[in-house]
T-cell receptor, first 113, second 114 residues
């Protein structure tokens, strides 16, 4: 079955530095979503990517969907303490089940002031 | 507009006990789902529903039952609790249609089975 994998599992970042987290799927995805979960909180939707090669930006966050639609990345520039949390990517379990999401294990981000 | 609400926030059960985790949403979303979150494993889909009267299994359905009698409510029943069901449970809802199918998550229920 499909597997969604994220690397790295942990990311320690100095405040002001940039970092990237990656999401890889064993199968082609119709779309991919990214969520952020603050410590002790619930996942909150960040963005959805649908098109091959799509790039979307939200302030300091840049999301990219691979040309083959099997991988995605989240790049954060000038990391701030507010970026602390776990970032998850999620893709549909099957091609016709947009709502049945399979989540990656997440990248836990710790920011050092 | 409360969004997605879950009760209780915390629960401790003994092995073999049963209970129902409540989930409600006031956004008139057709799609609702239940996930469990365990350390290092992300969120895993337990059951989901695409509308009242329609439910289906996700990745890890064993030991759980659901029903959807109304659009608003989607309770999750643990039939006979086991220590392996110790986890944080999240309910989520989503609009079904074209465009972004972002899922709105509830605050979660932290369940411990002893």
């Amino acid at each position: 079955g499909q597997q969604v994998m994220q690397i790295p599992q942990y990311q320690h970042v100095q405040e002001g530095e940039d970092f990237t987290t990656y999401c890889n799927s064993s199968t082609t995805l119709s779309n991919i979503q990214w969520y952020k979960q603050r410590p002790g909180g619930h996942p909150v939707f960040l963005i959805q990517l649908v098109k091959s090669g799509e790039v979307k930006k939200q302030k300091r966050l840049t999301f990219q969907f691979g040309e083959a639609k099997k991988n995605s990345s989240l790049h954060i520039t000038a990391t701030q303490t507010t970026d602390v949390g776990t970032y998850f990517c999620a893709g549909p379990l099957t091609t016709d089940s947009w709502g049945k999401l399979q989540f990656g294990a997440g990248t836990q981000v710790v920011v050092t002031p | 507009n409360a969004g997605v609400t879950q009760t209780p926030k915390f629960q401790v059960l003994k092995t073999g006990q049963s209970m129902t985790l409540q989930c409600a949403q006031d956004m008139n979303h057709e799609y609702m789902s239940w996930y469990r979150q365990d350390p290092g494993m992300g969120l895993r889909l337990i059951h989901y529903s695409v509308g009242a009267g329609i439910t289906d299994q996700g990745e890890v359905p064993n030991g759980y039952n659901v029903s959807r009698s109304t659009t608003e409510d989607f309770p999750l029943r643990l039939l006979s609790a086991a220590p392996s069901q110790t986890s944080v449970y999240f309910c989520a809802s989503s609009y079904m249609g074209q465009g972004a199918y972002e899922q709105y998550f509830g605050p979660g229920t932290r369940l411990t089975v002893t």
